[in-house]
């Protein structure tokens, strides 16, 4: 189980999310829309321990700040958008292996019909 509960979270006293309070039983997922600035990556960030958030985030009864990163990336993982670094060097088919998602990563490739890219680099 996942809980947030951010009143206010600021970079450099600049207040970059608000009012930010939900809770993800087991097997829930969660999307993260918004315009750009919004704050999704830091959300995300934040959710994935990257960023300290002063006991805001709990996963399993455990603020995130106290799990250990083995255990956390086990819990909750984190893809960035702009993995441009590695397009060259790591196909699509290891890159979806890198989100250790539940699903079987065929049946991702499938549904996304991308099989007949799995083993082409991201870059192309």
């Known amino acids: 189980m996942l809980k947030v509960n951010l009143p206010s979270f600021k970079i450099d006293k600049k207040e970059i ?19 750009n600035g919004a704050g999704k990556s830091t959300l995300a960030k934040l959710l994935c321990g990257l960023i300290k958030s002063k006991k805001s985030i709990m996963v399993e009864d455990t603020f995130i ?19 441009s670094i590695y397009d060259s060097y790591i ?24 099989e007949k890219f799995q083993k082409s680099y991201c870059s192309d």
């Open 91 to 114: 196909n699509v088919y290891d890159f979806l292996a890198l989100s250790e998602h539940p699903l079987k990563i065929g049946k991702v490739l499938k549904l996304l019909e991308l």
């Open 17 to 35: 999310l608000k009012g930010i309070s939900l809770a993800l039983k087991e097997d829930e997922n969660l999307t993260i829309l918004g315009s």
């Open 65 to 83: 700040e106290s799990l250990a990163s083995y255990r956390r990336s086990k819990l909750i993982n984190y893809i960035p958008p702009k993995l």
